[in-house]
Each structure stands twice: as C-alpha cells, then as structure tokens.
C-alpha cells in the first residue's frame, strides 16, 4: 500500500507492471489476463480517501461547489489527465464515489452533478486507467451499477465501445450483474454487442446464457433499435396502451392483451387483419411427460452461479422454486416457454408460474415435435428456446400456437 499523498493508497507491485508491459493489445487468459484482474483488484482493496488530493477528494464525495470552486478559481488540476497509482480519470473517481459513498460533508453526495459539470468543463468521457476501464465501466459493475451516471457519461460522449486491456467493452458488465437496465441502455447507445474480448467471446453469444430476464430485456432492445415489435412486447392494452394487474387476451388469437371489454371491441376493426386464430395449422398438439416431484426444477445456471458468487439479485429468496401438479388440470391457457437441445432430446416445457412443467418426447408426435424445433431454431435466441402461447386442454393434450413467437419473457 502506498502512503503518498495523492496516491489513493495504490501502490502497482512490479509483476502487475510486468503483465501491463505486455506489447498485446489486448491480454488473455493464457497471457495473464486473468491474474492482472486478481492484481487489480487486489491493488483497488488498499483504496484510502486520505490519500486524495483535494481536488479528487471533492469529486469522490459529489462536492458540486467545491469542485466547481477549484475549478473557477484555477486550483484544479488538468481536467484531461488522471491522478493516483491506478491513473484514474477524474470521471472515473467521482463514478467510484457514488458507487461508495453513503454519507459525507454538508452538500456532497451530488455526483450527477459533478459528473455534468465536469463534462460540461472539457473532461474526457473515456480517460482509460491502468487496466484500460473508463468512467463508464464504473458505471455499469455490480453490483453498485448506476444507470443514470451510465447515460450521463453516455449523453457527455463515452464511446460504449471502448475496450480494456482485456477486450472487454463495457457491455461485457452487466451480464455479470444480471442489470436488464443498464444493458438497455447501452445497446440503445451504439454497444456493439458483436466485439470480442481477448479471449474470443462476445456479449452476443453470452447474453442467451445469462439468464430469461436478460434475454428478453436484450431481444427487446434489439428490436427497438430497427423498429419492430413481438406479440406480448409491453404487457399493455392493445388499445389504449394503459397497463393493468387483470389484463385480458383476444380469445381467437390469445396473444393481444386488452384491460376492458370496451377496448378489446373498439379495436377489433384494427386487430382483425392481423389476428390468427388458436386452431388449425397455427397450432401442434403435443402429450406433456410431468417430472417427478424431485426433479422439477428449473432454475437457469446462470442463476445458480449468481447465488454462489453472491450476485444475485434476489439472493434473499428460496433457492427452490415450488411446483403444482399439472396431471389433472383442467383447460386452461397461458403462455409457455419451449426450451429445446442441439440432438432429438426432450424439450423442456414450463410457464412462468411453473404449474405447468413437462417435457415433450419426440416419439409420442414426430411431426409435431419436428414443426416446433423448426420454429424454435429460426426464431428463439441462439435457435434454444422460445416462447408460445399455448391452451392445456387435459394432462394429455398441450396445444401451442407456432404460427406466432411472442417476445420474450422474464421467466
């Protein structure tokens, strides 16, 4: 640990220097990348606020008049350069401090301000540290992410495809976190979702395995960006686009949702040339195969991963998922989601309540089987999974609608 003033108590050990010395543009696994964010981190444990300068000390804490005080007055530093033993831009520390701090000094604690106000004085957005993170990927590490210093940083000029001295962009973070906002956000700003890191990865292949929330809330951003929609995109009146708790389906097509009988008859003159019906070549009826008690459960591994590096959001819930038998249901609809494999192996089938959870043997339809994995490959995420509505008309007899796949959803 460094005692210098000005240091931040960061002090960089001569192996950690070695590794950054490396000539790669980008650093690898198996050319220590893995072992320089160990170093990184263990560098960032040694942090003391004493050892700020004023200036930066102002900043971490969200200071908005003394920043500005320093400023004006000309007693603050070079807004371009970077101070500590981490080389830390003056965006990045004051990002630090809002993810950190929870009380200070009289008028602190405002660092969207300061972020502003220092963007609006000529800081650059992407001032890289040792490791190559910016301002922005402060932003978005859980699992203190902050959405709207996130879009500050965003709106000032951050470029959302800057990349660290592991290739990561800052897209990369909130798959970590599970964060549907932040990865939002950044998608609808320009991420490219296609730029691999050092070691060939790329959130476009990554985010499918982080999770149904993520999954639908990637999908959905992807749309938005060129304009279109998927049936059950917002959980909203067709309508008139209000949302309620007991909103209502379309009978006929059951994937168009109304809050009132008023609305679902006012819009059927718009709703009528584009509604499928729930019958006919639409559907394939296939025989559910219930799990046993003890092997219903469904829990993503990115979920399990979460919990175990305690990550999750909701690591405060019951690791179990409790499930009802479906085996003498009565008809009933709902939407399902269909999770298939690279081979012929049973698909997964389970709704968001999860009393209803089965899988689905090639042998007992073929051609069914056949028609919804055709669906599935084309349609659903990395062509594994997606999601359809579907009527249980008894333990035997599941009928899903393939002719339309709904967005995804969070389940």
């Known amino acids: ?28 696994s198996d050319n220590g990348g893995d072992i320089l964010r160990i170093m990184y981190q263990d560098v960032s444990a040694h942090f003391s606020a004493k050892l700020l300068s004023n200036f930066v000390l102002a900043c971490y804490l969200g200071s908005i008049n003394e920043v500005k005080k320093l400023v004006t007055s000309g007693a603050a530093p070079d807004l371009t350069g970077h101070e500590t033993g981490l080389r830390l831009g003056y965006l990045a520390l004051t990002v630090l401090g809002a993810s950190r701090v929870i009380s200070g000094p009289k008028e602190s604690l405002q660092h969207f301000a300061v972020v502003r106000y220092l963007l609006e004085c000529g800081a650059p957005p992407d001032v890289p540290d040792i490791c190559g993170l910016t301002a922005l990927f402060h932003a ?34 909130p798959l970590q976190g599970e964060n549907t906002r932040i990865m939002s956000i950044l998608i609808k700003n320009g991420a490219d979702m296609t730029l691999p890191d050092a070691n060939g990865d790329t959130p476009d292949k990554l985010y499918v395995n982080s999770g149904a929330k993520m999954t639908a809330a990637v999908r959905k951003a992807k749309r938005e960006l060129v ?23 379309c009978s006929r097509c059951q994937t168009v949702l109304y809050c009132s009988t008023d609305c679902q008859v006012s819009h059927w003159q718009t709703h009528k040339v584009e509604c499928q019906s729930f019958s006919g070549e639409n559907t394939v009826t296939l025989k559910p195969t219930y799990m046993d008690g003890g092997h219903a459960f ?16 909701d690591a405060g819930a019951k690791f179990d998922v409790p499930f009802a038998s479906t085996r003498g249901a009565s008809e009933k609809s709902m939407v399902i989601k269909v999770q298939s494999n690279l081979g012929q192996g049973p698909l997964l089938v389970y709704n968001k309540k999860r009393d209803l959870n089965c899988y689905i043997h090639r042998s007992d339809n073929p051609r069914g089987y056949d028609e919804i994995v055709k669906v599935i490959r084309a349609k659903g995420p990395m062509g594994l999974k997606a999601y359809f509505a579907a009527q249980l008309k008894s333990k035997d007899e599941l009928v899903i609608k393939i002719s339309e796949v709904l967005a995804e959803q969070p389940f």
């Open 227 to 249: 304009g279109e929609q998927a049936p059950l995109d917002d959980r909203k009146c067709a309508s008139c686009h209000k949302r309620a708790d007991d909103m209502k389906r």
């Open 140 to 173: 978005c590490t859980p699992p203190n992410e902050l959405p709207g210093l996130a879009m500050a940083l965003l709106q000032g000029g951050a470029n959302p495809n800057h990349r660290n001295r592991y290739g990561e962009t800052a897209i990369f973070f």
């Open 1 to 28: 640990m460094s005692r210098t003033p000005g240091s931040g108590g960061f002090s960089i050990p001569a192996n950690m220097k070695a590794l950054l010395d490396q000539t790669l543009e980008f650093i690898n």
């Open 298 to 313: 469904t829990m993503s591994t990115s979920d399990i991963v979460r919990r175990a590096m305690g990550t999750a959001r």
